[in-house]
Nanobody, 123 residues
Framework: QVQLVESGGGLVQAGGSLRLSCAAS????????IGWFRQAPGKEREFVAS???????????YYADSVKGRFTISRDNAKNTVYLQMNSLKLEDTAVYYC?????????????WGQGTQVTVSS
């Protein structure tokens, strides 16, 4: 069982930056792929970025086209935490951001989800 807690959301002006954190419980954190997703009002949840296990997959990262070059995902296994650095924020980045976990090289679907953190970008 993995428990995920997001933090770092808030209100920021367009062009600004935020760093989200996803803290995980458990002693096998590096066995998991951690992904960030977001859901804006009236829209479906969408993939933002993910990072694979460093041990099993070299920490490979993936990004949605809409955030490439602006967002950076990273992980600190010593702290059981994954970060999402968000720069050059746009109005359309406004959403609830969720982190999720799945076992690397084992699970197809994300198995665990956090409660979400609100990001609001204002003009």
């Amino acid at each position: 069982q993995v428990q995920l807690v997001e933090s770092g959301g808030g209100l920021v002006q367009a062009g600004g930056s935020l760093r989200l954190s996803c803290a995980a419980s458990g002693r096998t954190f590096d066995n998991y792929v951690i992904g960030w997703f977001r859901q804006a009002p009236g829209k479906e949840r969408e993939f933002v970025a993910s990072i694979r296990s460093i041990r099993w997959s070299g920490g490979t990262t993936y990004y949605a086209d809409s955030v490439k070059g602006r967002f950076t995902i990273s992980r600190d296994n010593a702290k059981n935490t994954v970060y999402l650095q968000m720069n050059s924020l746009k109005l359309e980045d406004t959403a609830v951001y969720y982190c999720a976990a799945k076992r690397d090289k084992v699970s197809m679907q994300y198995e665990y989800w956090g409660q979400g953190t609100q990001v609001t970008v204002s003009s």
